[in-house]
């Protein structure tokens, strides 16, 4: 049965966030930390969002089973958007070096600007 199959095994869905992340290093630091920000707030909007259907699942009294599905999105949500907000943190407190010229040339002179 295909329910026992996708409830048993981790699919790698290969969404398209990662790969931005793999390259955000091309953009400035101050415009990821925008963008990321932007992300998380959207995130933050589904959370209430799913916290409100939560909210009128339980007064209307039906049963769980039929809805942690809508936990295990919450989850999720939450954990990505706490992860996207240490990152952010990471980036402007600098403890996450960005890619500048400077650091650019300090790993591989050929690879820096003329």
């Not at 920000?37 to 089973?65: H, N, T, W, Y």
Request: hydrophobic share 45%.
């Amino acid at each position: 049965m295909r329910i026992r199959e996708i409830l048993a095994t981790p699919v790698s869905e290969y969404p398209q966030f990662p790969v931005a992340l793999a390259e955000a290093h091309n953009l400035d630091a101050g415009t990821v930390c925008e963008l990321l920000g932007e992300r998380v707030s959207r995130i933050d909007e589904d959370i209430r969002e799913l916290e409100g259907m939560r909210q009128a699942v339980v007064a209307e009294d039906i049963p769980r089973v039929f809805w942690f599905g809508m936990d295990y999105l919450r989850a999720v949500a939450k954990a990505e958007a706490d992860w996207l907000r240490g990152l952010i943190v990471e980036i402007e407190s600098g403890e996450l070096p960005w890619l500048t010229e400077e650091l650019i040339s300090k790993r591989n002179p050929q690879l820096a600007k003329d």
